[in-house]
DNA sequence: TGCTACATGTAAAATGTTACATGATTCG
DNA sequence: CGAATCATGTAACATTTTACATGTAGCA
């Protein structure tokens, strides 16, 4: 039911074409939706059916023509009308979560590994989202009331990744612990936040 | 494909019927996984025939019977198998940001109203993991290989709640800052980690 | 010449949700 | 007496992924 709305919520920006909506969500708003060509194409075609947008088609010379959406009057009501109701919490699916639930199985160094790249990816994946927060908050979009909501979701973006490598670097340091002889005494979780 | 696993994963630390399976999904370890009932017992049935597990029928006084499975080595193995791929990295859909991203064409209450709602659930969720881990941290779980895994699973659920509800504050801030005038001087976002 | 980007779609398969179905016990 | 918990399943529907399908242009 949300892949229309994540699609509404995009051509409320900017008009699109698939091609381009395909784009932002493997890319910039990748963090938070993604959709995949078929299902795009599919919903798209739904959406036209349903009054909800409206499409122009631009020939260009060496490339296919595209078709650019544009929400309708409808469509933005429709809008309007989901961001009013409060949103379910997300509901996680993390596969690195269900292989850390069960590293017990693998070795201390295997898992240590695993974390490790799971570390990198989202290191780079923070620098991306910190370069452009910063060349964003260098700009007007604080002041623009329809961008701000771009801005938030990235500064959300910063704040995941950054969580997910303040915790492989906590569950490394776990680990090693562990890989070490045990101390006689009982050990404590470290503290963290109140 | 991983709700295989997900179910092996789970079924390597004890045997457990679909119901129990259902009620972990639901409750502890639905912070990083989730499945509804039907495809448990769907499932359950497929690993059976695969060999993955097996089942030992226990009757019980005034209640249905249940079917408690078990790992078997074929399951253990490919379980293991399966732990030693590098995980890809969570694909994110959260509807909480796709409203975020387009809270521009609410007003500034209603849009701080949304988000100091999420930021309640949150705040729950946060202090019901935060006891557990008082809890577990007070035990012998840190020194129990096996036991390990679950409770690294518990550390990223509290670092993913917090980061969530501090993300919920600050953009409540940035909200308000924006609903009053607008100072002369272009404004920044405040630095957040180096 | 082979790969990538652009651009749109269909078809089939896998995965996940919601509704239907049953029935005893315990708690308020 | 009604609701929730325990316990298992089926059927229908919705969503998502993967593979198939086509064709031009630019780059190495």
Sequence with gaps: ????????????????????????????????????????????????????????????????????????DIGRKALLAWLRIPARPQRVKDEMMLKTFSSGLLSNEEATELIAK????????????????????????????????????LLRGIRHASSYIDWCDEAIALLHREGEQHPPRVRHARRRRS
Tied chains: 1, 2.
Excluded: C
């Design 1 to 72: 039911m949300s892949l229309r709305y994540a699609i509404l919520s995009l051509l409320a920006h900017d008009p699109l074409s698939g091609y381009e909506l395909m784009k932002l969500f493997d890319g910039s708003v990748g963090y938070f939706w993604h959709a995949s060509h078929p299902q795009i194409y599919k919903e798209l075609a739904r959406l036209e059916r349903n009054g909800d947008v409206t499409h122009r088609s631009v020939e260009q010379r060496g490339r296919p023509t595209k078709k650019i959406y544009s929400l309708s």
């Design 118 to 153: 799971h570390r990198e990816i989202y290191r780079a994946r923070l620098q991306t989202y910190q370069e452009l927060e910063r060349f964003l908050s260098s700009g007007p979009i604080l002041s623009n009331r329809l961008r701000l909501g771009g801005y938030l979701t």
